[in-house]
């Protein structure tokens, strides 16, 4: 019997030990931390070994092969090791999609992947397929190849999986967009970074397609340089395309094989122009596995966004809190302050992930008024944004900066959350962060 290490109890790992005992393996899962209570509860359930507190090495570097969770980093000690005795490590994108013949929609980027992954999901879905959402989003992929094997998977795939596949091989992959993000992980190399975004279409085939943003400099130069052997499909809102998506006369114009669709631009619910973008992929991705234009015409009219991405909360004494806790990178922020038209009073920070803030810098001039600070370690916002805004004030709990912000705010102003940072310095994740803004904005 073939031996499954899986390191990491959380979402992904517990989905990794359920299919790798479906499938026949002799499953052992490890955690350096303390294991959830209802992914325990799973474990016990299934009579899969585990344990927590610590990796112990003697069990792990005598697996067939591991699964590591995506927040282990690559240069921790025992996955040195393991790599050093060729013991295969993969990631649970990589076991999944080996047991299942579904279509795979496969999408990665710094920013956007969410809505276009929850809107892809959302066309497939009401067309009427056997559709699952899954990877980075929502419930595991391992899980779901387990217990409801569907025959089609939209995949939300950052980074970190990505570096974990061999053989993973989407059938339409999408790259919504590629900035400076997670660089502690990439030797603080952007290169690094750039190239593990584009191993989603390393495995792809001439009867695959490959979605890219035009408008991405970052992307266009990487598809020059790169051999692709999967069909380009590009989308821009800034010129039009012979091929893919782009922008005339107010509508959405796909042409894919020669054939043609258009959309109008007012029906869509999502609003920026960054949802535009979000909403050219997904419905080229939706043609693609033949879904019908109708179907992708009206579902972009009934479509609710992610929540935490520039959610409007509350409007109090005519200030609107908009919460957009998942902004964890500049460039997600970016799309936020681009987004809003009122003055905003900007609650920014968190864990620095080696961020540049300048190109922020002439959108905070136009639009904010005041930045207050949420984070352990303030220092880069408070020496970027000082010169510019003049007020700026420091704070170390989501309520105490939601009480700042409504003496602050004037009638007609914007508070915003959007932090550009990791949550983990004073929250459990981005969503802890989230839901706290909101709770605080209630108790206002």
């Not at 390393?202 to 052997?229: C, F, H, T, W």
């Not at 961020?355 to 639009?367: G, I, Q």
Request: aromatic share 8%; net charge neutral; with cysteine.
């Amino acid at each position: 019997m073939k031996k499954l290490v899986v390191l990491g109890a959380g979402e992904s790992g517990v989905g990794t030990a359920i299919l790798g005992k479906k499938q026949g393996y002799s499953v052992f899962v490890s955690d350096k931390g303390k294991i959830a209570k209802k992914y325990r509860n799973v474990l016990l359930d299934l009579g899969i070994e585990f344990e927590e507190g610590s990796h112990s090495e003697e069990r792990t570097l005598h697996a067939d092969l591991v699964m590591k969770s995506p927040g282990i980093p690559d240069k921790v000690a025992l996955v040195q090791q393991l790599k050093q005795t060729k013991i295969p490590v993969v990631s649970e994108i990589e076991f999944a999609a080996k047991h299942t013949d579904a279509v795979i929609i496969g999408i990665t980027g710094s920013n956007g992947k969410t809505t276009t992954t929850m809107l892809a999901h959302h066309f497939l879905y009401k067309e009427g397929l056997n559709v699952g959402m899954a990877g980075n989003i929502g419930d595991s992929f391992a899980k779901m190849v387990a217990e409801t094997d569907k025959d089609h998977y939209v995949l939300e795939i950052s980074s970190f999986q990505l570096d974990g596949i061999k053989y993973f091989r989407p059938h339409v992959a999408i790259i919504t967009n590629i900035t400076p993000d997670h660089l502690d992980r990439y030797e603080n190399k952007f290169e690094n970074y750039i190239a593990s975004k584009f191993r989603i279409t390393m495995n792809q085939e001439e009867g695959d397609y490959l979605i890219y943003d035009a408008d991405d400099p970052v992307i266009s130069e990487e598809i020059q340089n790169r051999y692709i052997k999967a069909k380009k499909l590009p989308f821009s809102i800034q010129r039009e395309l012979e091929e893919g998506a782009h922008i005339k006369n107010e509508e959405i114009m796909i042409n894919i094989n020669n054939n043609r669709t258009t959309m109008p631009i007012k029906t869509l619910n999502l609003q920026g122009q960054h949802n535009l973008k979000n909403a050219m992929a997904a419905s080229m991705a939706a043609r693609l596995v033949e879904v019908r234009k109708e179907t992708i015409r009206q579902s972009l009219q009934d479509f609710q966004g992610a929540p935490h991405r520039l959610e409007k909360v509350l409007k109090i004494n005519n200030v609107q809190y908009i919460n957009d806790s998942k902004a964890t990178n500049v460039n997600a922020t970016f799309y936020a302050l681009d987004s809003v038209h009122a003055p905003t009073v900007w609650i920014a920070g968190g864990e620095d992930k080696g961020n540049d803030y300048t190109e922020l810098l002439p959108l905070v001039r136009e639009k904010v008024k005041a930045i207050i600070c949420l984070g352990l370690d303030n220092s880069k916002i408070i020496e970027t944004f000082g010169p510019v805004v003049d007020l700026m004030v420091e704070t170390y709990s989501m309520s105490e900066a939601v009480k700042v912000a409504y003496k602050i705010a004037d009638r007609g102003n914007n508070v915003l959350l959007s932090p550009a940072c990791a949550s983990f310095d004073l929250f459990k994740n981005y969503e802890d962060r989230g839901d706290q803004f909101k709770e605080a904005v209630r108790k206002l």
